[in-house]
């Protein structure tokens, strides 16, 4: 009998079809994996595909109060850190800034659910933190016990979350570290620093509520760095000149935009007065001189905002404090304090020129 060494000779196959049959391998692994997966029985909805989802990447420190954790992370330095954490496991965490928001996406989620059983256009919540792995019991007992649905989590042990966040294909990031989310922007990716409010007070819990600042925000900074570097005159010349111009799209826009078709999807269904979702544009332009241009960019993106309030300079917190959003977008330190002292939880969106004022001052 003759033997024939594997891999030489004529019947050996060539190197594109052992990829071939490597790819085939590979994807028979997927399948079973899947098939697997796909018959275990659940009455928990599964979460959606990321290129289907909405996936809001938040970390532990804007979804929890971890303010004082946070202080023996920095005085006692990262073991100390732990220690107390896995000390602490049974103790629940208390809500941080993006704790409401969350909990409203859920609800959306819930209602989209009854409506699309078999849709995966829904909110993906990822648990995006630079913890040590050791932490996520904690974490878990708290999301447990507050009975969220956030099955995806990213524990990055120090690292940057920025390469997660575009696997995830991330729509929105939330983190309480304004170095991370500058990071993220300049990745491209929709992100703000959350701020707690100072007061205390209660949020719908049937809507969602998302309030966003134009400029910088929405759009692009074109218009503010006119009135920074030339004055409120010519940029009202400019904004009545260019009316007809949609402005750029600035880095909050895909957001909007992804609530504006989870909207649609409610209308579908005759839901326009029950939808779970509500926009505010919330803008120091002045209506007369300088609001046709905002609105007819957004008619022009095939965007519908529920509530556009011009403020012509007044301050944006005690309209806040009637919106009652569940999160505030804007580019403006000051206008996010403002927010933050009469109640509402703001988002900072490091973008445009307005950082450069405000890091120079």
Same mark, same amino acid.
């Given at each position: 009998?003759?033997?024939?060494?594997?891999?030489?000779?004529?019947?050996?196959?060539?190197?594109?079809?052992?990829?071939?049959?490597?790819?085939?391998?590979?994807?028979?692994?997927?399948?079973?994996? *899947?098939?697997?997966?796909?018959?275990?029985?659940? *009455?928990?909805?599964?979460?959606?595909?990321?290129?289907?989802?909405?996936?809001?990447?938040?970390?532990?420190?804007?979804?929890?109060?971890?303010?004082?954790?946070?202080?023996?992370?920095?005085?006692?330095?990262?073991?100390?850190?732990?220690?107390?954490?896995?000390?602490?496991?049974?103790?629940?965490?208390?809500?941080?800034?993006?704790?409401?928001?969350?909990?409203?996406?859920?609800? =959306?989620?819930?209602?989209?659910?009854?409506?699309?059983?078999?849709? !995966?256009?829904?909110?993906?919540?990822?648990?995006?933190?630079?913890?040590?792995?050791?932490?996520? =019991?904690?974490?878990?007992?708290?999301?447990?016990?507050?009975?969220?649905?956030?099955?995806?989590?990213?524990?990055?042990?120090?690292?940057?979350?920025?390469?997660?966040?575009?696997?995830?294909?991330?729509?929105?990031?939330?983190?309480?570290?304004?170095?991370?989310?500058?990071?993220?922007?300049?990745?491209?990716?929709?992100?703000?620093?959350?701020?707690?409010?100072?007061?205390?007070?209660?949020?719908?819990?049937?809507?969602?509520?998302?309030?966003?600042?134009?400029?910088?925000?929405?759009?692009?900074?074109?218009?503010?760095?006119?009135?920074?570097?030339?004055?409120?005159?010519?940029?009202?010349?400019? !904004?009545?000149?260019?009316?007809?111009?949609?402005?750029?799209?600035?880095?909050? *826009?895909?957001?909007?935009?992804?609530?504006?078709?989870?909207?649609? *999807?409610?209308?579908?269904?005759?839901?326009?007065?029950?939808?779970?979702?509500?926009?505010?544009?919330?803008?120091?332009?002045?209506?007369?001189?300088?609001?046709?241009?905002?609105?007819?960019?957004?008619?022009?993106?095939?965007?519908?905002?529920?509530?556009?309030?011009?403020?012509?300079?007044?301050?944006?917190?005690?309209?806040?404090?009637?919106?009652?959003?569940?999160?505030?977008?804007?580019?403006?330190?000051?206008?996010?304090?403002?927010?933050?002292?009469?109640?509402?939880?703001?988002?900072?969106?490091?973008?445009?020129?307005?950082?450069?004022?405000?890091?120079?001052?």
């Amino acid at each position: 009998a003759t033997s024939s060494m594997s891999g030489s000779g004529p019947d050996a196959p060539q190197p594109d079809e052992a990829a071939d049959a490597g790819l085939q391998e590979a994807e028979q692994d997927w399948a079973a994996a *899947k098939a697997f997966y796909d018959n275990l029985v659940s *009455k928990k909805p599964r979460p959606p595909k990321p290129q289907h989802a909405i996936t809001v990447a938040v970390s532990s420190r804007a979804l929890f109060d971890l303010v004082e954790e946070r202080r023996i992370y920095e005085e006692q330095g990262v073991e100390k850190y732990v220690e107390y954490q896995q000390n602490n496991e049974n103790v629940t965490l208390k809500p941080g800034p993006a704790f409401h928001f969350v909990k409203a996406l859920e609800h =959306v989620n819930a209602r989209l659910l009854e409506l699309y059983p078999d849709d !995966e256009e829904r909110f993906d919540i990822v648990l995006m933190t630079n913890n040590h792995a050791q932490v996520g =019991v904690r974490l878990i007992n708290s999301i447990n016990h507050y009975g969220l649905t956030i099955e995806r989590f990213c524990m990055t042990g120090g690292k940057s979350p920025i390469g997660y966040l575009t696997a995830y294909l991330t729509n929105l990031y939330l983190s309480a570290d304004s170095e991370k989310v500058q990071e993220a922007i300049e990745a491209g990716i929709a992100s703000a620093t959350m701020f707690t409010a100072n007061k205390d007070v209660t949020y719908s819990d049937t809507q969602l509520r998302v309030a966003f600042d134009g400029d910088a925000v929405l759009f692009s900074d074109e218009s503010e760095q006119i009135v920074k570097e030339q004055g409120l005159d010519r940029f009202f010349e400019h !904004e009545q000149l260019n009316e007809n111009k949609p402005l750029a799209q600035g880095p909050l *826009k895909g957001f909007l935009e992804d609530l504006g078709k989870l909207q649609k *999807k409610f209308y579908a269904k005759n839901e326009r007065l029950n939808c779970p979702i509500r926009t505010f544009l919330v803008t120091a332009r002045s209506a007369a001189s300088s609001g046709a241009r905002v609105l007819k960019t957004l008619r022009s993106w095939g965007l519908e905002i529920d509530e556009a309030l011009f403020l012509a300079g007044a301050p944006k917190g005690p309209i806040l404090v009637k919106i009652r959003p569940h999160i505030f977008f804007d580019d403006q330190m000051f206008h996010i304090e403002g927010a933050q002292k009469l109640g509402t939880i703001a988002a900072h969106v490091p973008y445009g020129i307005a950082q450069k004022y405000h890091k120079s001052a």
